[in-house]
């Protein structure tokens, strides 16, 4: 019984695992194709996708629910809080904040040296 548990299980995995590399492989070539023939709006799209998650990412907030008259919560169908927004803010001074500024510019600093490595391995290859 436990062996056709498992094979019950590998035959999952299996097909799970050919669809990711497969849909992997199609949207890599999907994306090289687009980025050939439409850099620009291709590029401009991604880069509208990622500053339009930024909120969604930005680390210092402070989840608003949903209330009712009298301030009681609102609960939805699992008896969780629903979410009406979040009070972005910036935080105070402290050792905690300086190092997350610090991991954002190293962040961006990784971005900027890896552009600036493939433009210059280009301009070798031409």
Request: charged share 15%.
């Amino acid at each position: 019984m436990k062996n056709e548990a498992r094979m019950r299980m590998l035959k999952v995995l299996g097909v799970f695992t050919f669809g990711s590399i497969t849909g992997l492989v199609t949207f890599s070539h999907l994306l090289n194709y687009i980025l050939k023939h439409y850099k620009n709006i291709t590029l401009a799209t991604i880069v509208g996708f990622i500053i339009g998650s930024l909120g969604v990412v930005w680390p210092w907030k402070e989840t608003i629910y949903k209330t009712n008259d009298n301030g009681s919560y609102i609960l939805d169908s699992t008896g969780k809080q629903i979410v009406k927004n979040y009070q972005r803010f910036f935080p105070e001074a402290s050792t905690e904040t300086y190092i997350a500024i610090a991991y954002i510019a190293l962040g961006i600093l990784i971005v900027l040296g890896l552009e600036w490595y493939g433009q210059r391995t280009r301009q070798i290859k031409i």
